[in-house]
């Protein structure tokens, strides 16, 4: 089974996603919702290519979201993002150690965690983008109280 061939883009200048309607490669421009049919340069958006899932709310998982991961271990908060060498979509968070020490995790959608658990994408939930929230959140496990 294929995914279907999706992108949505980040419009750097006007600072909001759009759907992307056509990606013209020969002339380097992208015609999205909001250009009323005008290509524009490609140079004015960050590409997010769709991962062929939907999170538990049904919502189309795109390259570059913010999630939230409900783990046995608590609630992971990290972006999509390509991993080229493994060539799939993947969960990428920081973890802080007790000693304070900062280490960066990474899971791919449809794998095991290193302790046995099991990846479901029923617990994967948007909650935005990194294009807009990197503020507010810090991409970090957040273990239950």
């Not at 980040?10 to 909001?34: A, G, H, P």
């Not at 991961?69 to 609630?75: A, D, E, H, L, P």
């Not at 007790?98 to 794998?111: I, P, Q, T």
Request: aromatic share 16%; charged share 30%; glycine share 6%.
């Amino acid at each position: 089974m294929s995914k279907p061939i999706k992108y949505m883009a980040w419009d750097k200048q006007y600072k909001k996603i759009s759907k992307v309607n056509m990606i013209l490669f020969s002339t380097n421009e992208i015609d999205v919702d909001d250009n009323l049919g005008e290509p524009k340069s490609m140079d004015h958006y960050e590409l997010m290519e769709f991962t062929g899932l939907c999170d538990k709310n049904q919502k189309e998982i795109y390259e570059g979201y913010l999630c939230k991961y409900y783990s046995k271990n608590g609630v992971i908060i990290g972006v999509i993002e390509w991993e080229k060498q493994a060539g799939a979509f993947w969960l990428k968070w920081n973890e802080k150690s007790e000693s304070g020490r900062v280490f960066h995790r990474y899971k791919e959608l449809k794998a095991t965690f290193s302790d046995g658990e099991i990846f479901m994408i029923e617990n994967l939930e948007v909650i935005g983008h990194k294009y807009e929230n990197t503020n507010e959140y810090s991409f970090t496990l957040k273990y239950k109280i």
